[in-house]
């Protein structure tokens, strides 16, 4: 079955960096949609980055553009996300999310996002000030 686990996270001083890692397994990794997501306690989970895995074009919130950049090591199935200039409103539970539905770049290009359907257990990243 699908399986994705993130490994990375931790605690951090702002204007830090971090690197998450998501591997994937389970299915056919290229020709689908990765995306990185995160939630705060006590605020909804929001989407940070997503990456479409077949020709690796990349999509930002507007929260961490210049600061996160998503990457892809397909031999690995492995998506990344580093974090740069971290700052304490960073500080959130991050997922990693797979949307394997038809046509899932052309949501991204809209940051749709409504279709990730397959989810890892999440890692941790604190920042403090």
């Known amino acids: 079955q699908v399986q994705l686990v993130e490994s990375g996270g931790g605690s951090v001083q702002a204007g830090g960096s971090l690197r998450l890692s998501c591997v994937a397994s389970?299915?056919?990794?290229?020709?689908?949609?990765m995306g990185w997501f995160r939630q705060a306690p006590g605020k909804e989970r929001e989407g940070v980055a997503a990456?479409?895995?077949?020709?690796?074009?990349?999509y930002y919130a507007d929260t961490v553009k210049g600061r996160f950049t998503i990457s892809q090591d397909n031999a690995k199935n492995t998506v990344y996300l580093q974090m740069n200039s971290l700052r304490p409103e960073d500080t959130a539970m991050y997922y990693c999310?797979?949307?394997?539905?038809?046509?899932?770049?052309?949501?991204?290009?809209?940051?749709?996002?409504?279709?990730?359907?397959?989810w890892g257990q999440g890692t941790q990243v604190t920042v403090s000030s």
């Open positions: 389970g299915y056919t990794y290229t020709g689908n949609c």
């Open positions: 999310a797979a949307d394997r539905s038809a046509l899932c770049y052309l949501r991204l290009r809209i940051w749709d996002l409504s279709r990730f359907g397959y």
């Open positions: 990456i479409y895995t077949g020709d690796t074009s990349t």
